[in-house]
């Protein structure tokens, strides 16, 4: 008793409160720019949920959606710093830490979610999540969102002649330039939470985006058309910051692993199911209208972005590119 008591007025001489003594949470910060309505909105408050259930008192979460605390461009930027712990950027945002990353961005390549997850749970897939770890990024699971449609301010928006010309907002992905280039349009690198406001003014034509993402961007509400042309992914790594996730106590990297894992199965589990809520109440809100492909438009699409596919396979690897094309069934 006299020990504590002790202790305790030496700490008050010390200014420390009784509080504070008491071992304080390691705070963990997840960031990320879309809304918490989509896919990875839904997968980061999980994570949080799970963490803290497993790790009670041991950490605290933060998430911040909607490029809050940082938006792309940002991100990495602060994660390597350690600002901030986990980010789940898209796939398309990783090519200056590898280029073997790039295969997700070949148009056409995969023909739905199902064979995007299959080849990211195969030894390659896998061995990607490692890919930059000399870059001080530890890739931890791929969250899914889902395939990209094509949108514009035009009427016209069936055959790719109807995009020639037209500004195009991408995100800052080397293969994505190079697509809309095959296609004679302008292709604008433009931070994600830019986009609304550039469509609106008309710094930009068009975008190409998921379901979940066009609709809780309001995107529909300043576009004409949405294309349903499916001619490619949005998918993340999440990732975090490897020396700092070495450094943490055992307990505390486990649980966090655990917590990953459930929140990667419900995030992925919800993909599909909130992009097609968001497509019905697109469809809905009557603003943009949807218009659908026959197969021979997607072909002349497919026919048209193909060239994309030469020019980044050194970097990437042909290896990889078949290794992929073989989870289509
Ligand atoms: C985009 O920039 O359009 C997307 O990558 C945003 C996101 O994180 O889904």
Do not use: C
């Amino acid at each position: 008793m006299k020990l504590v008591a002790a202790i305790l007025s030496g700490a008050v001489a010390l200014g420390l409160s009784a509080s504070a003594l008491a071992q304080s949470p390691i705070v963990v910060k997840f960031s990320h720019v879309v809304a918490e309505s989509t896919p990875k909105g839904q997968g980061a408050l999980k994570f949080k949920e799970v963490a803290e259930k497993l790790l009670p008192g041991k950490v605290e979460v933060q998430v911040f959606p909607s490029s809050q605390l940082f938006g792309d461009g940002k991100e990495m930027e602060a994660l390597l710093l350690g600002d901030v712990h986990f980010i789940a950027p898209s796939l398309s945002k990783f090519d200056r830490y590898t280029k073997k990353i790039q295969v997700f961005d070949l148009p056409f390549l995969f023909q739905d979610l199902a064979a995007v997850d299959s080849f990211q749970q195969s030894a390659d897939g896998k061995a990607l999540l490692d890919a930059m770890k000399n870059r001080n990024l530890q890739g931890l699971a791929y969250w899914h969102n889902g395939m990209k449609q094509l949108s514009t301010n035009k009427d016209q928006l069936t055959r790719p002649e109807h995009v020639k010309g037209l500004k195009f907002r991408i995100q800052a992905s080397d293969v994505l330039e190079a697509q809309f280039r095959a296609l004679d349009a302008n292709p604008q690198k433009m931070a994600f939470a830019e986009v609304y406001q550039a469509l609106q003014t008309g710094v930009v034509d068009g975008q190409e985006n998921t379901w979940s993402n066009i609709h809780s961007q309001k995107f529909h509400e300043v576009q004409k058309t949405i294309a349903n042309t499916n001619h490619g992914i949005i998918d993340y790594m999440v990732v975090t910051n490897a020396k700092w996730w070495d450094g943490l106590p055992a307990d505390v990297r486990d649980g966090l692993k655990k917590a990953m894992d459930e929140a990667t199965t419900h995030a992925n589990k919800l993909a599909a199911e909130l992009n097609e809520r968001d497509r019905k109440r697109i469809e809905e809100a009557g603003k943009a209208k949807i218009q659908p492909l026959t197969k021979d438009d997607l072909a002349a699409w497919q026919k048209a972005m193909a060239p994309v596919w030469k020019k980044f396979e050194g970097g990437i690897g042909a290896d990889l590119i078949q290794a992929a094309l073989k989870h289509n069934k």
